[in-house]
């Protein structure tokens, strides 16, 4: 079956400007998972959703970050006023069940986003 | 808070040599354990997991983990690799009631043919 996609696969933006990055789970996994990939911090964890909530947004590094998912499946990182630091890869997971940590989640190819 | 270290930041080795590489993770409580594989311009992917029982665990292209409580350590090894091999190792950790992954900084390993 096919499995996680992300779109754009990069995105090269101006400082300043907001970014949307999307990201489509594999069907029927109802846990997402949000990372980013960057030098020097490595891969770190940003925000997961159960459905459409996110009872876990520790990771998101600053109040220009935001994430939403709807109908259970679709989500989009939203990037506002894009700082040379935002660039990174930022990659999209997924799992059959979240607060299951013995599920594994499966990982999309990700947005490499280039900030200007 | 959880953190993961891996000790080797880049392997490189000859085709046919074996290979281990270190993992070491810091928690406070029962984790799952992972190895995921980045390939040359491929995404991330699951080489094996540890969740319970045999601490000695066997995934996929002849690699194998052991777990080793004690000394919260995760290796991975293989006893011969191929150039195919070549790739970035990600170790992980996550709390067994919890979500999140958390990674270690990887391990960059370069098999010559």
């Known amino acids: 079956g096919a499995g996680v996609s992300q779109s754009p696969s990069n995105k090269v933006t101006e400082k300043g400007k907001d970014v949307e990055l999307r990201c489509d789970p594999i069907?029927?996994?109802?846990?997402l998972y949000w990372y980013r990939q960057s030098l020097g911090q490595g891969l770190e964890f940003l925000i997961y959703?159960?459905?459409?909530?996110?009872?876990?947004k520790s990771g998101l590094p600053s109040d220009r970050f935001s994430a939403e998912r709807t109908g259970g499946s679709v989500s989009t990182l939203t990037i506002q006023r894009t700082q040379q630091e935002d660039s990174a890869v930022y990659l999209c997971?997924?799992?059959?069940?979240?607060?299951?940590?013995?599920?594994?989640?499966?990982f999309g190819p990700g947005t490499r986003l280039t900030v200007l | 808070a959880q953190s993961v270290s891996q000790h080797n930041h880049h392997v490189i080795l000859s085709e046919a040599a074996s290979l281990e590489l270190g993992c070491n993770y810091s928690?406070?409580?029962?984790?799952?354990l992972f190895w995921y594989v980045q390939y040359p311009g491929q995404h991330l992917q699951l080489l094996l997991k540890y969740f319970s029982g045999d601490p000695l665990v066997k995934g996929i292209k002849g690699f194998e983990a052991e777990f080793i409580k004690s000394k919260f350590s995760f290796n991975l090894r293989k006893p011969s690799v191929q150039w195919s091999d070549t790739a970035e190792y990600f170790c992980?950790?996550?709390?067994?009631?919890?979500?999140?992954?958390?990674f270690g900084g990887g391990t960059r390993v370069l098999v010559k043919p």
């Open positions: 069907s029927g996994h109802t846990a």
């Open positions: 992980a950790v996550i709390g067994a009631a919890g979500n999140k992954l958390t």
């Open positions: 997971a997924s799992s059959r069940n979240s607060g299951a940590a013995n599920h594994e989640q499966f």
């Open positions: 959703f159960q459905g459409n909530s996110a009872p876990d």
């Open positions: 928690y406070g409580g029962t984790v799952n």
